[in-house]
């Protein structure tokens, strides 16, 4: 299955981690939405558009968890992959939210592809 009209969603604080994000699934032939934040990726939740989505889960004002368990509430069907920073409670805290994948910074581009391409594919 190809990237072509897929749309991802990411949502990261960290601009250098955004930004790299970014270009690396335009350069796969993804279209991109990002937030910087958990609240501005909230709304961008609700807005819709997207087929999957990348959150991380320490953020200002709202957290990658409180992401997830809003997606998942409202999409279900979409899937998401959180990725942190900071170790194991993050961590469960997005498992069990019933985040699909959870990664560790830092991700290696190569891997997070993989995640994408396999669960767009599901």
Known sequence: MGTEGKTILIIEDDLDVLSAFVKNFKY???DVIVATDGLDGLKKVDAGGYDIVITDIVMPFVSGVGVVTTLKEKRPEIPVIAITGFGKEPESAAVEKKADIVLSKPVKMAV???????????
């Open 28 to 30: 796969l032939g993804y």
């Open 112 to 122: 997070l592809k993989e995640h994408v391409d396999r669960l767009l594919a599901k």
